[in-house]
């Protein structure tokens, strides 16, 4: 597995791949790697001769107060897990690099935005957006792979490849969750024994919507306040968000049709978490 830290590296990496043949796979990561991370691995590999996976802890995309500076970085381990799964190269370059001295263009996705974590975290998905952009312009893949853990961050990103016709296939793999339901995420390692057992419940209100959903239940203000009703038992725990949205405009909906987005985030002490279902 080779290790590069330049646009051209990449670009060139990417490039022979192709003239010899391979479809080339990007799993865009910021580090602090799982076994989500590993499933978005494995599915580049199933379908693609040749897999990048970057990491890049992405200054742009997190507020002032956030934890950018404490965000984990791993780098050893990242690279020893993304061998280990079969990818064939890192792209891991330093932040200089991706913004050079002067960096003045961003991608702004307007209006998905400003929706879901967009509207508690401005500036987040401007930042996404733009590293993503980079990225795929970068790599040129055939098909880039994400989380459906960050739904609204596909839906941004799906009509940022459409906007800006870039070709890539977007490809959305399902959420990892531990055996107690809690979504894999890196930020978990922030939680301590007490948050890690409440953090149970935004897993919980998933499991109650999709049950009601599944028993026919379609209203929006239903299905909500079923998902309310649970952080209300958990005093701790300080909601964000809890929204029944059209997966493609993550505009706000009153009642749930297939492939409907139901989403929450919430800070469990000083953590933000996120989990979401869609609605079959
Ligand atoms: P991050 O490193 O947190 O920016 O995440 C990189 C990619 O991994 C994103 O596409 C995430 O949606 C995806 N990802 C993170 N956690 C999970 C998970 N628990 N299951 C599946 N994918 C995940």
Not at 93 to 108: C, I, K
Not at 132 to 148: M, S, T, W
Request: charged fraction near 20%; aromatic fraction near 6%; proline fraction near 4%.
């Amino acid at each position: 597995m080779q290790i590069l830290g330049t646009v051209a590296e990449l670009r060139r990496w990417s490039r022979k791949q192709r003239n010899a043949g391979h479809t080339v796979g990007l799993v865009p990561t910021m580090g602090a790697l799982h076994a989500g991370h590993a499933s978005l691995v494995r599915a580049a590999r199933a379908t693609c001769g040749k897999v990048a996976v970057s990491i890049f802890v992405n200054p742009t995309q997190f507020g002032p107060n956030e934890d950018y500076a404490k965000y984990p970085r791993t780098f050893a381990a990242d690279c020893a897990l993304a061998e280990a799964e079969g990818a064939h190269v890192i792209f891991a370059p330093s932040v200089e690099e991706l913004y050079p001295a002067g960096a003045a263009t961003f991608v702004d996705v307007e209006g998905l935005s400003g929706s879901l974590d967009g509207r508690s975290r401005p500036g987040h998905f401007r930042g996404v957006a733009t590293v993503v952009a980079k990225l795929l312009i970068a790599a040129e893949p055939d098909r880039a792979f994400f989380g459906q853990k960050d739904a609204a961050q596909v839906a941004v990103l799906r009509r940022m490849v459409a906007d800006l016709r870039l070709g890539t296939e977007i490809v959305v793999c399902p959420i990892v969750r531990e055996g107690d339901g809690l979504a894999l995420s890196s930020r978990n390692l922030y939680l301590s024994a007490a948050e890690r057992t409440q953090a149970l419940a935004l897993s919980r209100t998933i499991r109650q919507v999709e049950a009601l959903a599944a028993d026919g239940e379609r209203r929006a203000a239903v299905l909500l306040d079923a998902a309310r009703q649970i952080f209300a038992a958990e005093p701790e725990i300080r909601v964000d968000y809890i929204e029944l949205v059209d997966w493609a405009t993550l505009e706000p909906v009153e009642a749930a049709v297939p492939g409907s987005l139901f989403a929450v985030a919430a800070w469990v002490g000083a953590t933000r978490l996120i989990d979401n279902t869609i609605l079959s």
